[in-house]
């Protein structure tokens, strides 16, 4: 069958071949009552490729609740919290400082330590040594803003994740993983058919995607440790929008196999497929409350694509959005305390955010053509897809909508991102 | 990046943008104002009357651009799937010509414009499909000789952003397998 042949021709796997996509971050907005932190070039990193510090300050400065001081002229340079006086920080304006050093151990690993210091209570908040191998230097910075990060606003860090997206290139697709910055990026599957919906099982091992590369969406889960991939769902039909239940063991899906588009929930292994929706209308775009107990889904049951509440163990169904005539692609915050979603308003299409108990709605983006939102694990970003130039670009964007970051690659197109979890 | 990867790069871009493909001349730029019932371009063949259905002697009539059989684009509004009337005569004239034609199995493909969420115009690309499918059976085609398959918006005709992009890319084509 020409059919079958011709799609083991199209896909390849490149485990080892980086991405040409890099993405560059640029931040567009910064929140005004962001913490002043003055970070101090560490003692010894001048010997080794990468500036710990730059990617450290690069970090919290991209989070929009730190604010960059400069430590210059300061002399000499402390590297331990002995050798901080105070005054020096006070005076420029710093609520914090971080000190550190590099330097080689005889196993030829290296030592990284640093300490973050309240300037204002003149107290050490952290102090941590690392031995690490010089290719874990990048992962150490990121490591080390995480808890800077942490102490300084109260929650949890997201720099040490990595984000999943869709890169195209001419008339080529591949889904890339990437660490949170844009670096690293790696290729996990090239197709000459278009890959949307990437989704990373909440255990991080796993990425559920769809591919038309048999000429009709069929959802895929691939492993990121072995490149093994496995059709999950293949029926008559599409087979579309997997989304992860929190233990990862489930994906609910949108099969058209019964007639329209439906909501099911399979094992993640491509078994016991159950039927979730009963409707005569399109039901799609599962997404799991935090708790696994709920689905929220888009369904245009009620005349227009509005999204909708599915309690599991009921079965009851409530309409969440009623402003506007296209409501769709929700997805839950990780408190479980609301959703982002996309919504059209005069034409334009921008990424916003509900709150279950208020049921208040703020819209956080000024884009056109805003759309397939992810939300941090630490729900304070919301990464999305948007365009410049006719061109795809990833924007994210803090969840009080004050904070504004564009993440671009040259020459290329990119969409659908999925931010990952927090590493385990 | 390394300088020359990026070169690669957009030397690859530059490819694939030339690699585009044209505009397919005379598409109907879909019409806002409500039918009259007077045909546009794309049934404009229908005045063969009873014979489009059947194969002549003459030639394919799926190729002859006198046929309304060798139209086969349906245009939807946004973010609809209703099949509007002025398309009525060409769903027709395919249903007859499946219905004639033993052995003739075709593929209905459903297309959304760049709006909005990919995953709900997977579904609502499902729905056109399903819905010139639906019509081609109420005319008398066989439900085993169609089968439908969506594209959400993965695979615009035309490459734009604006709504004479849209218009034509908010579309089911119709394939007849192993002849187009």
Known sequence: MPLLLRCLALVCLLATNAALAQLTIEIVGGGATAIPIAIVPFRGQEGYPLSLTSVIGADLERSGRLRLIDPGGVNPRPARPEEVRFGDWTSRGADAVVVGSVGPQADGRVEVRFALLDVIKQTQLAGFTYAVLPTQLRATAHRIADVIYEKLTGDVGVFSTRIAYIAKQGSRFQLDVADADGFNPQTVVTSNEPLLSPVWSPDGTRIAYVSLENKKPVIYVQSLATGGRQVIANFRGSNSAPAWSPDSSKLAVTLSKDGGSQLYVINADGSGVQRLTNSAGIDTEANFAPDGRSILFTSDRGGSPQIYRLTLASGAIERMTYEGTYNVSPRHLPDGKGFVFVRRDGGVFNIALEDFATRQVQVLTQGTLDESPSVAPNGKLVLYASNTGGRGILAAVSSDGRVKQRLTAAAIDVREPAWGPLAK | ?180
């Not at chain 2, 806002?32 to 005045?47: F, M």
């Not at chain 2, 056109?128 to 499918?133: E, H, I, Q, T």
């Open chain 2, 1 to 180: 990046m390394n300088k020359s990867l990026f070169a690669a790069l957009l030397a690859l871009c530059v490819v694939a943008c030339q690699s585009t493909p044209p505009k397919e001349e005379g598409a109907p730029v879909e019409d806002r104002t409500p039918s009259t019932g007077t045909a546009g371009a794309t049934t404009s063949g229908t005045t063969s009357g009873g014979v489009a259905g059947t194969a002549t002697r003459g030639g394919n009539p799926l190729k002859d651009p006198g046929s309304v059989l060798s139209k086969r684009t349906v245009y939807f509004d946004f973010d609809s799937y209703v099949v509007k009337d002025e398309y009525k005569p060409l769903i027709e004239a395919h249903a007859r010509y499946l219905q004639a034609n033993r052995g003739t199995r075709m593929s209905v493909q459903g297309n959304a414009d760049e709006r909005g969420s990919r995953e709900y115009n997977i579904a609502l690309g499902r729905r056109r499909a399903d819905a010139v499918k639906k019509m081609m059976m109420l005319y008398g085609a066989g439900e085993v000789k169609i089968e439908t398959v969506s594209f959400g918006k993965e695979k615009p005709r035309v490459e734009g952003h604006d709504e004479g992009a849209w218009a034509q890319n908010r579309r089911d084509e119709i394939i007849y397998v192993g002849i187009d």
